[in-house]
T-cell receptor, first 119, second 109 residues
Framework: DTGVSQDPRHKITKRGQNVTFRCDPISEHNRLYWYRQTLGQGPEFLTYFQNEAQLEKSRLLSDRFSAERPKGSFSTLEIQRTEQGDSAMYLC?????????????????FGEGSRLTVL | GEDVEQSLFLSVREGDSSVINCTYTDSSSTYLYWYKQEPGAGLQLLTYIFSNMDMKQDQRLTVLLNKKDKHLSLRIADTQTGDSAIYFCAERRYSTLTFGKGTMLLVSP
């Protein structure tokens, strides 16, 4: 399977603990995105990388959240000192952004998500 | 506003056509998308349309775009029970996608 993979699929933690999620994008994709989805809502943008550079962060990404993509391949999303409000599905997506002048259709390919429950 | 708006729920009978509507906000959006999400799963891209097109057809799916009204619709012909899911429209703003809250489609036999 060469799709986007996320790990773990489910995580239950106590308030105040740190958690880390991993995302492996489609191998030839240079962009990687993190979204958060809560019950009854659509995905909300958190941050994205082009190769190893983090190009944009949403105001939803508080100081307790940090994302990395050290070698431009897989990415990690860490949440420190978790709060109950952090309970959500964390979705990773990847896309291929071609060189300037080329047609970029921009569609994102999503993984199955990592569901976080903070007790 | 900044929201992509969708009706929350649609119920149809198997074999009927389903039409899911969406209004978006950014007239400069270059692409608009429809995604499908089944329970407990990630989002699956169904189709997309470039902003200079009015219509796109892909098998049972027809996308209509009215740029003047910033209105997007997804028509599913011959709806099947397997089409029951949440459908999200999304607009592309620069390098990110902004999603609506989703329309839950329930198909009854």
């Amino acid at each position: 399977d060469t799709g986007v993979s996320q790990d773990p699929r489910h995580k239950i933690t106590k308030r105040g603990q740190n958690v880390t999620f991993r995302c492996d994008p489609i191998s030839e994709h240079n962009r990687l995105y993190w979204y958060r989805q809560t019950l009854g809502q659509g995905p909300e943008f958190l941050t994205y990388f082009q190769n190893e550079a983090q190009l944009e962060k949403s105001r939803l990404l508080s100081d307790r959240f940090s994302a990395e993509r050290p070698k431009g391949s897989f990415s990690t999303l860490e949440i420190q000192r978790t709060e109950q409000g952090d309970s959500a599905m964390y979705l990773c997506a990847s896309s291929l952004a071609r060189l300037a002048g080329a047609l970029n259709t921009g569609e994102l390919f999503f993984g199955e998500g990592s569901r976080l429950t903070v007790l | 506003g900044e929201d992509v708006e969708q009706s929350l729920f649609l119920s149809v009978r198997e074999g009927d056509s389903s039409v899911i509507n969406c209004t978006y906000t950014d007239s400069s959006s270059t692409y608009l998308y429809w995604y499908k999400q089944e329970p407990g799963a990630g989002l699956q891209l169904l189709t997309y349309i470039f902003s200079n097109m009015d219509m796109k057809q892909d098998q049972r799916l027809t996308v209509l775009l009215n740029k003047k009204d910033k209105h997007l619709s997804l028509r599913i012909a011959d709806t099947q029970t397997g089409d029951s899911a949440i459908y999200f429209c999304a607009e592309r703003r620069y390098s990110t996608l902004t999603f609506g809250k989703g329309t839950m489609l329930l198909v009854s036999p």
